[in-house]
């Protein structure tokens, strides 16, 4: 278990690196090539960085979220959620790309790897599975739905629901942020066929994407039901710098195209709900004398603690 911990800290500091060195070079090589120069190899880094750059960092932030996942969850409760994340974000992606339903009409340019059926990237399923655990969890996590349930079980069905809402609108959140940006960078990575009102983007985008959250989390809750582990503050700092580090790369990205409006939107209704989320769980576990300062290696081995009783 400890290798798998360390893989996993290894893993999440590359993702890191990696959407920093992209950053640098969609925002500083691509606008002032002379920087290439200064570099020992620059133009070798630099093509590299524009053909596999995207598809490292996000390769990089599944298989971290998955060890930990793996880890913290188990096999069963980390299957329960990723297939249906990937599964049913690729059939939206795919439905998207070819009929503009549900996010509107648009397409996938090069840069994120091999695209199934023509249409999607692979890694693009595998962003909505890293970034949505990410934020189910804070969101289960921050509602209470971390230790045994209590109250009428009308109460903890309601919970559900909110932890459903909450993550599906933290993710949607995120994508407020990366979609202006990624669209509009001097090298987008998809473009759209009709663009919309919100800085390119039509507000079905945003519909689409919180409906399609909404659906996998739901699906993942009702497989869940009643068998997740109890996650302690240690392991959930993993998914708030997973998080963090992404709104960060499409904040930067928004911001040097001068786009603020959605950064605002994604730092309200996105950063500020994961920061209460992490916050009011500090809360709940100090309460119950279980915070851990430093995360146990044997932490996945302990038994499951049971969360709810009832699912949406």
């Known amino acids: 278990m400890e290798r798998l911990v360390a893989i996993e800290r290894g ?18 090589v691509m606008p002032h090539p002379e920087f290439l120069a200064l570099l020992p190899a620059g133009a070798t880094l630099f093509r590299w960085s524009m053909a596999g750059g995207g598809v490292v960092y996000i390769l990089l932030g599944a298989i971290t979220v998955a060890l930990y996942a793996y880890r913290t969850l ?30 509107g009409d648009y397409s996938y340019l090069n840069g994120l790897g091999y695209k199934i059926a023509g ?57 407020f942020v990366l979609d202006p940006a990624m669209s509009q960078t001097a090298m987008p990575f998809w473009y759209w066929h009709q663009p919309g009102a919100f ?11 919180m409906g399609t959250g909404v659906v996998f989390m739901s699906v993942a809750a009702l497989l869940w039901r009643g ?17 963090l580090g ?40 100090l309460s119950q004398g279980a915070v851990a300062l430093v995360e146990p290696a044997a ?8 969360v709810g009783a009832a699912t949406k």
């Not at 890191?16 to 925002?27: C, E, P």
């Not at 409006?261 to 996105?270: M, Q, R, T």
């Not at 920061?275 to 576990?285: G, T």
């Open 119 to 175: 249409l999607v990237p692979f890694t693009i399923p595998l962003s909505w599975f890293y970034l949505g655990l990410s934020a189910y969890l804070l969101a289960r996590v921050g509602l209470g739905l971390n230790q045994a349930a209590t109250g009428s079980t009308s109460w903890v069905g309601l919970r559900q629901v909110g932890a459903i809402a909450l993550g599906a609108l933290m993710l949607t959140s995120w994508d």
């Open 227 to 243: 068998r997740i582990r109890q996650i302690s503050l240690a392991q959930l700092s993993l998914p708030l710098t997973v998080y």
């Open 246 to 285: 992404n709104f960060t790369f499409a904040m930067v990205m928004s911001l040097a195209a001068g786009i603020w409006i959605p950064v605002l939107l994604g730092l309200a209704l996105g950063v500020v709900p994961a920061l209460l989320c992490y916050q009011i769980s500090k809360r709940n576990l």
């Open 74 to 103: 188990g096999l069963r409760d980390w299957l329960a959620f990723c297939i249906p994340a990937i599964g049913i974000s690729l059939t939206s992606e795919i439905l998207g790309t070819s009929v503009g339903f549900p996010f």
């Open 299 to 306: 932490e996945s081995l302990k038994p499951t603690v049971p």
């Open 11 to 28: 893993c999440l500091i590359g993702h890191l690196v990696a959407m920093a060195f992209g950053l640098a070079g969609l925002l500083l």
């Open 199 to 209: 800085f390119g983007m039509p507000y079905q985008n945003f519909a689409g994407w």
